[in-house]
């Protein structure tokens, strides 16, 4: 991947891992980035700053003045360079700093003063990765629009054998290229995105729901808006804000409601991605008034089947236009995903097991095999939501 003309800041905090940054930022310069380092105080007790400065071909900043010149370095010009800034290792007090808005280093200034995209490769021990208030940190960092390179499992620096080694540099590469190449390749186009649950009323306090995020399809749309494309994000109700770009958000709460807006909207989209998790059943009748529990011991709820969404925009679909389902499956996953892509007349469709952990509802992360209908097959592994959305809209609309 080309990434000339590119200005990246590599930031790098004091962790083991920190050697392999050496390899990253290497591929950086070997695919025309300009990388300017960043390293905290610990971190120059892991790796030199020469070995650093001879490869990046720029001096590297740690202080913010340089002792014998009394040079400050501008931690604001810094920022508005970087076109991307990569903190890899970020130890787990760098990410509570950055979380937090503690800005004791040239690092921490500089991130506090970036404008690009931020990506955060974590490393460190799994008692410390596992952490409430690491997990809270990052929750955080998410929330601010960072994006968290996962560790892996495996064997860690003490000893232990869990998740915390920082991910290897080739895949982080990867994320940030794919972030920078490019990214208005879809300008001009409008995609329908559905996104969350839906909910079905049993009278006016109560519903039948599920627990459905809509954290996949908040991602989509803001890596369509990312790629420059307009986008019509038709959600159900969630506690999500409406993500950055040129994006409509039309709020609904059933699942007709939903259809209604899709029907509305797919004929001037050159296509939709079905990401909701629309309930199957609604109750036939909503009660007007609230149903009283000291009147009734038991009572029967009849249900209706609730329209399939994508099956109907399947129907209604032209030339040109693409579809994209979802397909959250427990058992025989591949036959029964090709058979809802066959069944609902799709173009792709994204299946995720519920066998694999960290996949599926309410997690940050997700693991999906992209099936299309001309028989392509791509197994992602385990990666932030983000991840996924990014390298889908790529997969399915930008290099095809
Ligand atoms: O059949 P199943 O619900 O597993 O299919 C999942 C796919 O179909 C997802 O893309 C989901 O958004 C879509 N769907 C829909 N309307 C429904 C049910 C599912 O659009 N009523």
């Known amino acids: 991947m080309e990434l000339k003309g590119k200005h990246i800041v590599l930031g790098i905090s004091g962790g083991i891992a920190a050697y392999k940054s050496v390899h990253l930022l290497r591929l950086f310069v070997k695919a025309g980035a300009e990388v300017q380092v960043v390293i905290t105080p610990n971190g120059k007790e892991f790796i030199t700053p020469v070995t650093l400065s001879s490869l990046s071909r720029r001096p590297v900043i740690s202080e913010f003045f340089t002792a014998n010149t009394g040079e400050w370095h501008s931690h604001v010009d810094l920022g508005l360079w970087a076109d991307a800034f990569v903190v890899a290792p970020a130890t787990a007090s760098t990410i509570g700093k950055m979380a937090n808005g503690i800005a004791d280093n040239m690092l921490l200034t500089s991130y506090f003063s970036t404008r690009g995209k931020v990506f955060a490769a974590p490393a460190m021990d799994l008692d410390m990765w596992l952490h409430r208030a690491t997990q809270r940190n990052l929750a955080t960092l998410r929330a601010d629009g960072v994006e968290i390179i996962e560790p892996e499992a495996g064997e860690l620096a003490s000893g232990l054998v869990g998740k915390g ?191 694999d952990k960290g996949a599926g509802f309410r997690t940050d992360t997700n693991k999906i095999t992209l099936l299309s209908a001309g028989g392509g097959t791509t197994e992602y592994p385990l990666m932030s939501k983000e991840e996924v959305a990014r390298l889908m809209i790529e997969e399915i609309f930008i290099s095809k």
């Open 165 to 355: 080694r920082m991910e290897e540099p080739e895949r982080i590469f990867e994320v940030v290229a794919a972030a920078l190449a490019s990214p208005r390749q879809l300008k001009g186009r409008r995609y329908l995105v559905t996104a969350g649950p839906t909910y079905e009323n049993i009278d006016p306090v109560r519903f039948i729901g599920n627990y459905s995020s809509g954290k996949m399809g908040y991602a989509l749309a803001r890596a369509l808006g990312e790629a420059g494309a307009e986008v019509v994000l038709v959600s159900g109700p969630v506690s999500l804000p409406t993500p950055e770009g040129d994006i409509r958000r039309i709020d609904v709460t059933s699942a007709r409601e939903m259809l209604a807006a899709c029907e509305m909207h797919f004929p001037e989209c050159d296509g939709a991605i079905c990401c909701a998790a629309v309930a199957d059943y609604a109750p036939a009748v909503c009660a007007e008034k609230k149903v009283k529990r000291e009147k009734l011991d038991r009572i029967t709820l009849e249900l209706v089947k609730n329209p399939d969404i994508s099956a109907t925009l399947g129907a209604m679909k032209k030339p040109g236009q693409t579809l994209v389902g979802f397909a959250l499956e427990t058992d025989s996953e591949m036959e029964n995903a090709l058979g809802k892509m066959k069944r609902k007349n799709l173009d792709w469709i994204a299946l995720n097991s519920l066998r």
